[in-house]
């Protein structure tokens, strides 16, 4: 059974960084598989953010392009979210996802 655990999580003033990562454990060929980040805010439904695929393509959503990078270290069985310039509309709670599988989800607070 695959477990995904986020971490690095905080709280961040404007125009600040954090890094999410996202450790897979259990019986899984993890560099096989394209990894994704979500983020759900309050209010909002939960949207997708970020993708990198087993061969190491990326995409972003429109609104996190330039900022964030989505990488993998599949070795370590991890993926990163390094977020940059951080705005208010970053808030939420932040997943990883593989396949059917969700993390718990690290809080991620932009606030001044």
């Known amino acids: 059974q695959v477990q995904l655990v986020e971490s690095g999580g905080g709280l961040v003033q404007p125009g600040g960084s954090l890094r999410l990562s996202c450790v897979a454990s259990?019986?899984?060929?993890?560099?096989?598989?394209?990894m994704r980040w979500y983020r759900h805010a309050p209010g909002k439904q939960r949207e997708w953010v970020a993708t990198i695929t087993s061969g190491g393509s990326t995409s972003y959503q429109d609104s996190v392009k330039g900022r964030f990078t989505i990488s993998r270290d599949n070795a370590k069985k991890t993926t990163s979210l390094q977020m940059n310039t951080l705005n208010l509309d970053d808030t939420a709670v932040y997943y990883c996802?593989?396949?059917?599988?969700w993390g718990q989800g690290t809080q991620v607070t932009v606030s001044s």
């Open positions: 259990g019986s899984i060929t993890f560099r096989m598989y394209t």
């Open positions: 996802n593989l396949l059917e599988v």
